[in-house]
């Protein structure tokens, strides 16, 4: 977290210095301010044009039944790219560009939701919103030791544990290996 913070506090701080460097100098103190007040102004017009898009998109799943999840990112996505773009600087109005385009978004997206949101949810769950969850057995148990039944810790023989591997072979879940189980509702007249 430190370092994102980092992060946020060294962008401007390159912003001032490429504004002082370069941009002052080659193009003059009035030709930067135009340039940097016009990028913010048109970044908060296109942050407002895909905003309403996204908040049409979350209404029309939650109509549907669907959950809005990557347009509940989306969100919070325009959300920091309206604060780059109020942030004076070109380096900053670039960020915010990024996150405000749609096609430059969708990394940023996957990678807010494989780097953030599932570590912060499966830190919250243990596991079980991912299904990154154990089985047979506590994670961190001794192959040795034995269970209630004193024949170990896990199934009483060969080739009955849940992994089609031997009892107490250490092996975890394989989330490739897992399958999904539907229950249905039937009509018993």
């Given at each position: 977290m430190l370092r994102v913070?980092?992060?946020?506090?060294?962008?401007?701080?390159?912003?001032?210095?490429?504004?002082?460097?370069?941009?002052?100098p080659y193009l003059g103190p009035l030709v930067t301010v135009a340039l940097v007040v016009l990028t913010?102004?048109?970044g908060m017009l296109l942050v407002r044009?895909?905003?309403?898009?996204?908040?049409?998109?979350?209404?029309?799943?939650?109509?549907?039944?669907?959950?809005?999840?990557?347009?509940?990112?989306?969100?919070?996505?325009?959300?920091?790219?309206?604060?780059?773009?109020?942030t004076p600087g070109l380096v900053t109005d670039f960020v915010g560009l990024l996150l405000a385009v749609p096609f430059t978004r969708y990394p940023v997206r996957a990678a807010t939701r494989r780097w953030v949101v599932r570590p912060y949810i499966d830190s919250k769950t243990g596991g079980f919103a991912s299904?990154?969850?154990?089985?047979?057995g506590f994670p961190d148990e001794d192959s040795?030791?034995?269970?209630p039944s004193g024949a170990g810790p896990g199934p009483s023989g060969p080739g009955d544990a849940p992994d089609g591997g031997a009892?107490?072979?250490?092996?975890s879940f394989d989330p490739d290996d897992a399958t999904d189980i539907d229950f249905?509702?039937?009509d018993e007249h």
């Open positions: 913070i980092g992060l946020l506090l060294l962008i401007p701080l390159f912003d001032i210095v490429l504004l002082v460097t370069v941009a002052i913010a102004l048109v044009a895909e905003g309403r898009a996204t908040l049409r998109t979350i209404q029309e799943k939650l109509a549907t039944g669907e959950l809005p999840t990557d347009e509940l990112i989306d969100g919070g996505l325009l959300i920091a790219a309206g604060a780059f773009f109020l299904g990154q969850v154990y089985i047979g040795g030791a034995a269970g009892a107490g072979s250490g092996s249905e509702e039937r």
